[in-house]
């Protein structure tokens, strides 16, 4: 059985807090693939003799050992929202269904948004406090639970085998928000206020529930695949990304044509958890991640370290191979840099806060690039020095 090489990679740099560059060059690749494992093929049986270090080498094959206990299968290839519109309309219209369903089992929910995503869809619910009618107390805001997605999934099966059609109303924005305010829905007014478009596209299910939406679906409940459709679980979502706004509860789905194509896509999840880097490296001892010294921290073990080193030496030299230099750069710069580069601007959300260093405002790094930038225009250059090959394996912080 043929393991990829970087089957036995990910193990390591899907943990690793560098943002090492994702590539090695193309002329190299082989070469530096040959110049590691000797040229021969990763078999689940090998001996790996591509080292000296006899320590080194039963490391590396028990990672692959590790990355190829599962027997290979021919897999069919999924389709995808891009490439199949029906895919796309089943799920958007499975996100309306389980609109309507968790408002069926709890009034006083309010819907958010439901979008398509790559695997399925999800919808996010506002569950407020309410007020016990004969008591009087506060009821604080429901948290779903398993046995909460247990029973809304059967409610979307009721939905489906009553067959309701989906259907399509195009109302004026006056009309859509005397609506909205009639059924005491205050998020859709703020989608509402957000649509620039009109008319204003209302999609139903039957005569029972509606909500703003621009498509697509499919004609009725009934050609939904009910056996093809699974709740998965439920997170934490803040409303419009504000941490400032109301906390939402989103529910994920996921959805497919048949059932054969769910069986499938299970599989590849089941498959993806027995490779899951978190898993191999605690279990080879490679690395842990350290929870008191804060989320999502790398600490390299020995075994791992050693790893690390050999995967690093040899992307360093495919690289130095194929024309590049290694550079290295600081892991913080000026806030300044940042605003030029336009990542303060556009990534911010995605960026750690500021530091005060020596009362001026310091960003860590979130890329290398504004780095680069400033070491090439450190001195005059001609294009006949062109093209410049830098690459740098840098810890960024995102």
């Not at 016990?132 to 429901?142: K, V």
């Not at 009553?162 to 006056?174: A, F, Q, T």
């Not at 906390?247 to 490779?275: F, H, S, V």
Request: charged share 30%; with cysteine.
């Amino acid at each position: 059985m043929k393991v990829s090489i970087m089957s036995v990679f990910a193990v390591l740099a899907s943990t690793s807090a560098r943002r090492a560059a994702a590539f090695i060059p193309g002329r190299s690749r082989s070469a530096a693939i040959t110049k590691v494992f000797g040229g021969l093929p990763l078999q689940r049986s090998h001996s790996f003799h591509f080292l000296e270090q006899k320590q080194s080498s039963r490391l590396f094959a028990t990672i692959a050992d590790e990355a190829a206990t599962v027997e290979e299968e021919e897999l069919v290839e999924l389709p995808t929202n891009d490439n199949d519109e029906e895919l796309l309309r089943i799920r958007h219209s499975s996100a309306h269904v389980m609109a309507m369903a968790v408002q069926r089992i709890f009034p006083e929910a309010q819907v958010t948004i439901g979008p398509w995503i790559d695997s399925g869809f999800y919808y996010d619910f506002f569950f407020p406090e309410r007020t016990d009618e004969e008591s009087g107390e506060t009821i604080p805001a429901r948290k779903l639970s398993e046995q909460d997605l247990k029973d809304v999934k059967k409610a979307m099966d009721k939905i489906i085998g009553k067959d309701y059609p989906i259907s399509r109303e195009d109302v004026s924005r006056e009309e859509a928000r005397r609506r909205i305010e009639k059924i005491g829905e205050p998020f859709k007014l703020e989608i509402l206020d957000s649509i620039k478009t009109e008319p204003i596209t209302l999609y139903h299910i039957g005569d029972e529930w509606w909500d703003l939406c621009a498509g697509p679906h499919v004609d009725s409940t009934g050609k939904l695949p009910k056996k093809a459709i699974q709740l998965q679980s439920v997170a934490g979502a803040y409303w419009r990304g504000d941490e400032n706004r109301e906390m939402l509860q989103r529910i994920y789905a996921t959805a497919w044509k048949d059932p054969q194509q769910l069986k499938q896509y299970k599989k590849m999840l089941e498959e993806a958890k027995k490779r899951d880097h978190r898993m191999l490296g605690k279990k080879l001892d490679l690395f842990s991640i350290q929870e008191d010294a804060g989320g999502g921290l790398v600490f390299w073990h020995p075994k791992g370290s050693k790893v690390r080193r050999m995967i690093e030496d040899f992307w360093k030299d495919a690289h130095i191979q194929d024309g590049y230099d290694v550079v290295y750069s600081p892991h913080i710069a000026n806030i300044d840099l940042w605003k030029t580069s336009g990542h303060f601007d556009f990534y911010r959300a995605d960026m750690f806060d500021q530091m005060d260093v020596e009362n001026e405002q310091y960003q860590i790094k979130p890329m290398n690039c504004p780095f680069h930038c400033l070491m090439y225009k450190d001195e005059l250059r001609s294009y006949r020095d062109l093209p410049f090959r830098w690459a740098e394996l840098g810890t960024v912080y995102r």
